[in-house]
């Protein structure tokens, strides 16, 4: 046991938290900024599998890491438009609508990358702060600081900019005309279309954008890992979703969801790598991620109200 | 006239869904008569493959039930995975326990364990989110890690098959007992007693839901929380008995998979895809297309099961990946949730206002609040 | 009635047109062939001359190019020239089922059913097709069916190899595997056993509990690579999360079941290839001699079942791989016993 509480375990212990938690981290806030508008999206894990393939597939062809971002975003943008086409404009029933995203997306994925790859070939991997081309050497003194660098410099972007994005939802939720219209037509859509506010144009917006970050959040995933493979994702969207549940459709408390989720798994691994969860457990200890979000969620809970309009079409009288 | 527009609507967005499906199949370089032949073949084929069809779609119906009952008590039950598991570990377990009882009695005792364990999964997160607000999205996607994890440890340690543990170490139970299995109907072929039992199984949920108290209360907290509350209903308890249910029947679906598989043993590959097939997504499709009504999600499951052993043959006939099946699922899922809205314009532009599932009698109650929609729980649009 | 369903005709139709455009660009583009290592030592493997008429199926759990356990079957049966029927990718095992037995209904001669968790189907349906023969593995009996054949490797042997080598190179030694059973469990003791033999104290083991989640394989191989050993192995179709941490790391590789070069040239030590050749033209002789099953068959070091394909690329001491090479010898000669 006092093999965990060295610093530099705990360091370690920590910087995979964070490394694990970001595709995690967008997935659930693009979930936010939808369910913040009423819709939910159950789609987000097969979103993100047709993003994690198709960053995959573009970084493998082309070798520009940016450019699979980018393609990870638009398919994310697209899959966003299809959505919002099915829930908003024909006002079907979201619970549903997602599992049909969800199932498009883990089928059309796999269908792609068995007919255009194959073989699963890795790519190379995202580049750290430090070895960013170019740029990389200005943080090398940072990344080599006893403990924190490895902490908090020892990154790709990607990461940096998931946390980032943190306040940035924030902002845009809590200060611009834009998210005040998002939290309207979540909260009383009837209220926001008689003061002029489009409930559907509003919607329409946020959930692409919110596919967009899922997209992302799906590119981040085969970038990191440098490879692409059948149901990559592993649940990855579904567990975002229920992150928002755990955050309360708050950014900061959602990212808390994702670093804790990220650090449980960790820890499990750590703890299994220094032999401190014996062989013969690892079932066990692979249940600990999930009923420690549960039990979090029943002991620390906030009885949040959600957005009071979520999963509810809007029809004008 | 309502009736014919509101089966006419889901039949052509499917259509469109296997339209892309042809595409798929011309991209990739086949013709799609032959995909088209190759899926009817290996669905009804022979007598063995309609058998065969009629035992992949007992899960889904079974599953796709319980997902009527969930979703007309407005809770979201994305736990069917779980669910399944739960209830073939426990069903698993007793006739391991007893294997040499007789089979008269051996065989209830499973499915009842079945519908325990699976009912106890399902319980849970109905109690988490009536007494503890934990959203049941959250804790049923939970759940199925839990349950998957808990199915991998016991299939390891003290549920292992005792051959395997100097053999191959397998993670999978010994042949379960006879006793337990469930009985051919037809001499060779794979119809076994699961698919009557299913079906039985949606008729009684139709009428536990429409001709019963307790389906007027499901639905009743459903339709309108606060009203129900206000008439006298436990909105907690209906939550938690239809989340009960549902994975009750969740957990059913858990023992034909097991007692009416090939191999008659419980075996994981890890996952739980391996062992359920998805039934626990796949059921909600069914269920959707069944217009998340009891009777009608019986032949959507069995479309459901003939497109699942249709792109096993097309698969074997023409290398087109099975994955191509599960994006069609998606597409008719797409598709049909989106027909809904157009169903609706349909009927009011016939000027009848009644709603597809109103041709079957409705609850007696007179003051059973009517749905509002062909699927009934989209009753935000009121 | 008419205007509204046209409109809802054009919606859909341009969803399906978005989704078309994308098919049509992705199918345009060819699939391309199996990925070739950059030292040029890795040929890829040659088709050779066919050794019989008698058709044959194969049904497996992962896809037929994952550098894994699946594409090693799909190797060995080119390497003797048979071009099989394939159903890849069917880890429902009850699907897996159907199409063995859509197989035996066709009147195929041998259907080769590779994967352990088919065996309970097999015993049910190899009896209804008594004229067929069903290969099945990896298992070490065949129920006591007359038409099974079963073949399993001896994968604690090539560990054992593996883990001395790896011993050899560093005494901190990570161990990346899926769920402990069959023969991941038995290369990860093999390997274990092996390095212990040579000095390391005891590799660090973890089972992640899964064959396919590679973000999880990943983030162990990078755990241990934390931890600070320079050696890692991995074994099933997650592995490959763990090489490219072993690349980001400048950590020695060990492979198993399929030859892992194709993935990192460099960084690869040695792999322990599955040759099932060798069996199965043992097995395709006796059927054609009319006896379609009732043995089991295991592939050992001794037998040429299992390859240590070592890596040319990659400067192993010469001292440390003679050693290896007398540890083979010693297997072999049954002087180490490697469970």
Request: hydrophobic share 50%; glycine share 12%; aromatic share 8%.
């Amino acid at each position: 046991m006092s093999d965990f509480f060295t610093v530099s375990v705990l360091v370690a212990t920590l910087a995979t938290a964070i490394r694990f938690s970001v595709p995690y981290l967008l997935a659930a806030l693009g979930e936010t900024i939808g369910q913040r508008s009423g819709v939910l999206n159950l789609g987000v894990d097969g979103t993100m599998l047709l993003g994690a393939f198709g960053a995959y597939y573009t970084v493998l062809e082309t070798g520009s890491h940016l450019l699979g971002i980018v393609v990870g975003i638009a398919i994310g943008l697209l899959m966003g438009l299809v959505y919002a086409i099915v829930t908003v404009f024909l006002q079907a029933e979201q619970g549903i609508s997602g599992i049909g995203i969800f199932l498009f997306g883990l089928g059309f994925s796999d269908l792609l990358f068995q007919e255009l790859v194959g073989t699963p070939k890795p790519i190379k991997p995202l580049p750290t702060l430090d070895k960013l081309p170019g740029v990389g050497g200005i943080f090398e003194p940072l990344v080599d600081i006893e403990h924190l660098g490895t902490l908090l410099f020892k990154h790709n972007l990607l990461t940096y900019l998931a946390f980032f994005l943190v306040p940035v939802v924030t902002w845009v939720l809590m200060k611009t005309t834009f998210g005040m219209n998002v939290r309207a037509v979540g909260e009383n859509p009837q209220a926001a279309d008689s003061l002029g506010v489009s409930v559907a144009r509003t919607r329409f917006i946020a959930i692409t954008i919110g596919s967009a970050f899922a997209g992302l959040a799906g590119a981040t995933l085969s970038l990191q890992l440098a490879i692409f493979q059948h149901n990559l994702t592993n649940g990855i969207g579904f567990i975002a979703v229920a992150l928002v549940y755990f955050g309360a459709w708050q950014p900061r408390w959602v990212m808390s969801g994702a670093l804790l989720y990220g650090l449980v798994t960790a820890t499990r691994i750590k703890w299994q790598s220094l032999d401190i969860i014996p062989q013969g457990a690892s079932d066990i200890a692979a249940m600990a991620p999930a009923i420690i979000t549960i039990l979090a969620l029943v002991l620390l809970a906030s009885r949040v109200r959600g957005p009071a309009a979520l999963t509810k079409p809007f029809t004008r009288h | 006239m309502t009736r014919i527009t509101g089966a006419i609507v889901p039949l052509g967005a499917a259509l469109f869904a296997f339209l892309f499906g042809a595409l798929m199949i011309v991209a990739l370089g086949e013709n799609p008569l032959d995909g088209l032949g190759a899926m009817i073949d290996g669905a009804f084929g022979t007598g063995d493959r309609v058998a065969a069809t009629a035992v992949r779609a007992t899960p889904l119906l079974l599953v796709g039930v319980g997902i009527t009952i969930a979703f007309r008590a407005s809770v979201i039950n994305i736990g069917g995975e779980g669910q399944i598991i739960a209830g073939a570990l426990l069903s698993t377990a007793v006739a391991l326990a007893i294997p040499d009882t007789p089979k008269i009695v051996l065989l209830p005792l499973v499915i009842l364990a079945g519908l325990v364990g699976g009912g106890i999964w399902g319980a849970i997160p109905g109690v988490l989110k009536a007494y503890a607000s934990v959203n049941e999205i959250l804790s049923t996607i939970m759940l199925n890690i839990v349950a998957i994890q808990l199915m991998n440890y016991l299939l390891r340690g003290p549920m292992i098959d005792p051959i395997e543990v100097d053999g191959s170490n397998i993670p999978q139970t010994e042949r379960l007992s006879d006793n337990a299995a469930l009985p051919t109907l037809i001499e060779g072929t794979r119809l076994h007693l699961g698919v009557p039992i299913a079906i039985i199984a949606a008729i009684l949920v139709y009428v536990m839901l429409f001709r019963t108290p307790l389906g007027f209360r499901l639905r009743a907290v459903g339709h309108n929380p606060d009203a129900a509350r206000a008439a006298g209903i436990s909105v907690e308890k209906n939550i938690v008995t239809a989340l009960g249910l549902s994975g009750a029947l969740s957990g059913l679906a858990g023992v034909v998979l097991v007692f009416g598989s090939e191999s008659l043993r419980l075996v994981t590959d890890g996952g739980s895809a391996g062992f359920t097939g998805s039934a626990g997504f796949n059921g909600i499709v069914a269920a959707l297309f069944g217009a998340l009504h009891p009777l009608w999600t019986i032949p959507s499951s069995f479309l459901f099961g003939s497109l699942l052993t249709g792109a096993t043959e097309l698969q074997r006939e023409l290398q087109i990946p099975n994955a191509l099946a599960i994006a069609l699922n998606g597409l008719i899922v797409l598709f049909v949730v989106s027909s809904d809205k157009v169903r609706t314009w349909l009927n009011r532009r016939l000027d009848r206002g009644t709603p597809f599932e109103a041709e079957i009698p409705d609850a007696p109650d007179p003051d059973d609040p009517p749905d509002v929609s062909g699927v009934g729980i989209a009753e935000g649009a009121s | 009635m008419k205007s509204v369903r046209k409109s809802q005709l054009l919606k859909l139709l341009g969803t399906l047109f978005a989704f078309t455009l994308i098919a049509v660009a992705c199918g345009s583009d060819d699939a391309t062939g199996t990925a070739t290592s950059d030292c040029g030592t890795n040929t890829g493997v040659e088709e050779g001359d066919s050794v019989t008429d008698l058709t044959v199926a194969l049904v497996a759990p992962s896809a037929k190019d994952d550098v894994a356990f699946t594409q090693s079957m799909v190797d060995s049966l080119t390497r003797l020239g048979i071009e099989p029927a394939i159903t890849d990718g069917t880890f429902v095992v009850e699907e897996a089922a159907a199409a063995i037995r859509a197989y035996a209904e066709d009147g195929v001669d041998i259907v080769i059913a590779h994967g352990t968790q088919y065996g309970g189907s097999l015993a049910e349906i190899a009896p209804d097709f008594p004229e067929t023969s069903f290969l099945w593995g990896t298992a070490t009996d065949t129920q006591g069916l007359p038409n099974v054949y079963a073949y399993a490797p001896e994968a604690d042997q090539g560990g054992y190899v593996n883990g001395y080598i790896a011993a050899g190179i560093s005494v901190d030694i990570g161990v990346v595997g899926p769920v402990d059973a069959g023969d991941a469990s038995a290369y990860v003791n093999g390997f274990v056993k092996g390095a212990q033999a040579n000095g390391a104290s005891a590799p660090a083991v973890v089972y992640t509990g899964s064959f396919s989640d590679v973000a999880l394989a990943t983030e162990t191989a990078q755990a241990h690579a934390d931890n600070g050993v320079g050696v890692l192995t991995g074994t099933s179709q997650s592995a490959v999360g763990a090489v490219n941490i072993a690349t980001a790391n400048d950590l020695a590789w060990f492979g198993t079941q399929s030859n892992t070069e194709a993935w990192e040239s460099d960084l690869t030590v040695a792999s322990q290839v599955y040759h099932w050749d060798v069996v199965l033209s043992t097995m395709i002789e006796q059927i054609e001699d009319g006896t379609l099953g009732g043995e089991a068959m295991v592939l050992t070091l001794e037998n040429g079942g299992l390859v240590m394909e070592f890596n040319g690329c990659y400067d192993l001491e010469s001292s440390l791989r003679s050693d290896a090479e007398g540890v083979i010898e010693d297997i072999i000669a049954g002087d180490i016993t490697t469970k």
